[in-house]
């Protein structure tokens, strides 16, 4: 039987929040079996628990925002995405303000941070929603704004993505980026890439009350013309992995694992959400799967993720 999986022991982290700029500890705890993955805000005077659903997620500015009587966590889509890559099924989150920390701008913080914690199998069947039939949400058709994003039937999850930014740092690197998570190579090729943002668009940000706590050494910075990080970019296609990295946690909070193959242009946040929904909304394209033997479950999924 293909089991579920959660963590050997807690583990913790403190940092700042992307665009609350406030200081929050995240604490990880392991769960039983069919819990899901759970965030709960030990800050407020009554802790509030919000499970993570496509419903759930109740703004999509620039992140993915959960919220639940009142009470909200803000940029969850880089630890998801790692829980994604990692294939934890049941998680608690602790944390202590309303936006997870930014740590590096990745999500490769969270990858060290759970794997340093252990990851175990869980005595019940890992469950998955496989895609029956193609889904699909687009807009601006026929206009320069034209974006879109598809699930389609695939006995796995893989992922396609392509950007468009006229940038010239951004046109010097590869736009389209392809990733199979049979691979085993989420850890090396896809979560060390960074969010990205340009000096032009801080002011407009922060005037909103957004990107209080961006820098250098949390996210690629770029002016007019180029990179302003001394490092340089992690990868050669580093922008367009990081929405790959956006793209697997903003769809892990399904609340299981994708069966399905995943290709989109220019989406973001609120398009990827969307798509979660316009797929819930179709009974008969998806149905819920689980796996009696190794063998029958798609590669990838049979086994731990390695680490670096």
């Given at each position: 039987m293909l089991k579920q999986q959660t963590l050997k022991s807690l583990t913790q982290a403190t940092g700042v929040g992307l665009h609350s700029?406030?200081?929050?500890?995240?604490?990880?705890?392991?769960?039983?079996?069919?819990?899901?993955?759970?965030?709960?805000?030990?800050d407020l005077p009554q802790a509030i628990d919000i499970p993570v659903s496509a419903e759930a997620v109740i703004d999509t500015r620039l992140a993915s925002t959960l919220g639940r009587d009142g009470a909200k966590v803000n940029t969850v889509e880089h630890l998801m995405s790692a829980c994604a890559g990692l294939g934890l099924d049941n998680l608690y989150v602790d944390i202590?303000?309303?936006?997870?920390?930014?740590?590096?701008?990745?999500?490769?913080?969270?990858?060290?941070?759970?794997?340093?914690?252990?990851?175990?199998?869980?005595n019940a069947p890992k469950r998955f929603v496989r895609v029956k039939r193609p889904i699909?949400?687009?807009?601006?058709?026929?206009?320069?704004?034209?974006?879109?994003?598809?699930?389609?039937?695939?006995?796995?999850?893989?992922?396609?993505?392509?950007?468009?930014?006229?940038?010239?740092?951004?046109?010097a690197t590869g736009q389209v980026v392809e990733f199979d998570l049979s691979s085993g190579r989420y850890a090396r090729d896809i979560a060390r890439a960074r969010t990205f943002g340009f000096t032009r668009d801080v002011e407009t940000m922060r005037?909103?009350?957004?990107?209080?706590?961006g820098g250098l050494d949390n996210a690629i910075v770029m002016d007019d013309a180029k990179v302003l990080n001394a490092d340089g970019l992690r990868y050669q296609d580093?922008?367009?992995?990081?929405?790959?990295?956006?793209?697997?946690?903003?769809?892990?909070v399904l609340g299981k694992p994708l069966l399905a193959a995943y290709n989109a242009y220019k989406s973001g946040h609120a398009m990827n959400n969307q798509l979660l929904r316009a797929l819930l909304a179709e009974p008969d394209a998806f149905e819920i799967v689980s796996f009696e033997h190794h063998r029958e479950a798609p590669k990838g999924f049979a086994q731990l993720v390695p680490a670096f």
């Open positions: 700029g406030v200081r929050v500890q995240l604490t990880l705890r392991p769960a039983p079996p069919d819990t899901g993955i759970v965030f709960r805000r030990v202590t303000a309303e936006e997870v920390p930014i740590l590096d701008g990745s999500a490769a913080s969270f990858v060290y941070l759970l794997q340093s914690a252990g990851i175990v199998e869980q699909m949400v687009e807009e601006g058709v026929g206009t320069r704004a034209h974006k879109w994003a598809r699930l389609e039937p695939f006995h796995g999850f893989k992922l396609r993505f392509e950007i468009e930014f006229d940038h010239p740092a951004v046109n005037s909103h009350g957004l990107a209080l706590g580093e922008f367009v992995k990081h929405k790959i990295l956006d793209a697997m946690g903003d769809l892990y």
